[in-house]
């Protein structure tokens, strides 16, 4: 794995997300895709999902969310993911 590679550090990412304590992944954009489909890792019990945009993310997390979950929202800063919430 080429360190330097998108694909490589977003793969890395989504398998250490899948041991803390997240329910739900929401992954906004592009590049987010190669983090989610490692993400559940072994637990069937994750979520996660791919979205385009902050809209999109928002419409899911309003759509699908429980109290009791715990969701990341994770994108790159150029997403502007404060959207999500809003803001």
Do not use: Q
Not at 16 to 42: C, H, K, Q, R
């Amino acid at each position: 794995c080429d360190w330097s590679s998108d694909v490589c550090s977003s793969d890395l990412l989504g398998r250490w997300l899948a041991t803390l304590p997240v329910d739900i992944l929401i992954g906004v954009g592009d590049l987010m895709s190669y983090t989610n489909e490692e993400f559940p890792g072994e637990n069937r019990e994750k979520l996660s999902l791919h979205v385009k945009d902050p809209e999109e993310a928002r419409e899911v997390l309003l759509r699908i969310v429980n109290k009791e979950d715990t969701v990341l929202i994770k994108g790159s800063r150029d997403m502007r993911l404060e959207r999500v919430l809003g803001a």
